[in-house]
T-cell receptor
Framework: KAGVTQTPRYLIKTRGQQVTLSCSPI?????VSWYQQTPGQGLQFLFE???????NKGNFPGRFSGRQFSNSRSEMNVSTLELGDSALYLC?????????????FGQGTRLTVV | AQSVTQLGSHVSVSEGALVLLRCNYS??????LFWYVQYPNQGLQLLLK??????LVKGINGFEAEFKKSETSFHLTKPSAHMSDAAEYFC???????????????FGAGTRLTVKP
């Protein structure tokens, strides 16, 4: 069974630009969560999608948004990029909403904002 | 709201020695608890989880953890360290039913494990 696939693996963007990251969950998994990982703040929850609806949201500005498609694939978008948005963005898929099933992470997308 | 504290940002052990990584949680409801491992330039891999039932949980790669409610702890152990165990380890907590309106996991700051030959 294929794992969680995130594309692209690496991105370099300029301040003020926008970026879209993609995540394909494990087949049959319907919940997708996104996390930001930085050396200073560690792992922080961005949002969770289930059945194409955002179910939970972390404490991030509105520049961070996402969506989920009917095949459970998810994208997250960051607009008006700032230097502080440089981070590893991790996507995690779960069988269903909630964490009791455990979350399975992709390898992440390393975003560098210059 | 839940939170976790990992004691020790760096732990160094000799190959073959006991590995003990400490995690204490704060939660006003019985939590779900997780340990994840992250190798360089990789995502997180689930080692083990505690939801309900037996308090001693066995995971992959010979790791186990024990949920101790009285101590609000969920320490990760492995009897004998291997060079391949060198990585960063994260403890995480979540609210089982989102009664505080979140199903997200809250991660600790991580503990970097070094294994000396």
């Amino acid at each position: 069974k294929a794992g969680v696939t995130q594309t692209p693996r690496y991105l370099i963007k300029t301040r003020g630009q926008q970026v879209t990251l993609s995540c394909s969950p494990i087949s049959g998994h319907r919940s997708v969560s996104w996390y930001q990982q930085t050396p200073g703040q560690g792992l922080q929850f961005l949002f969770e999608y289930f059945s194409e609806t955002q179910r939970n949201k972390g404490n991030f500005p509105g520049r961070f948004s996402g969506r989920q498609f009917s095949n459970s694939r998810s994208e997250m978008n960051v607009s008006t990029l700032e230097l502080g948005d440089s981070a590893l963005y991790l996507c995690a898929s779960s069988l269903a909403l909630g964490t009791m099933f455990g979350a399975f992470f992709g390898q992440g997308t390393r975003l560098t904002v210059v | 709201a839940q939170s976790v504290t990992q004691l020790g940002s760096h732990v160094s052990v000799s190959e073959g020695a006991l590995v003990l990584l400490r995690c204490n949680y704060s939660s006003s409801v019985p939590p779900y608890l997780f340990w994840y491992v992250q190798y360089p330039n990789q995502g997180l891999q689930l080692l083990l989880k505690y939801t309900t039932g037996a308090t001693l949980v066995k995971g992959i790669n010979g790791f186990e953890a024990e949920f101790k409610k009285s101590e609000t702890s969920f320490h990760l152990t492995k009897p004998s360290a291997h060079m391949s165990d060198a990585a960063e380890y994260f403890c995480a907590v979540s609210d089982p039913d989102g009664r505080y309106n979140n199903n997200d996991m809250r991660f600790g700051a991580g503990t970097r494990l070094t294994v000396k030959p």
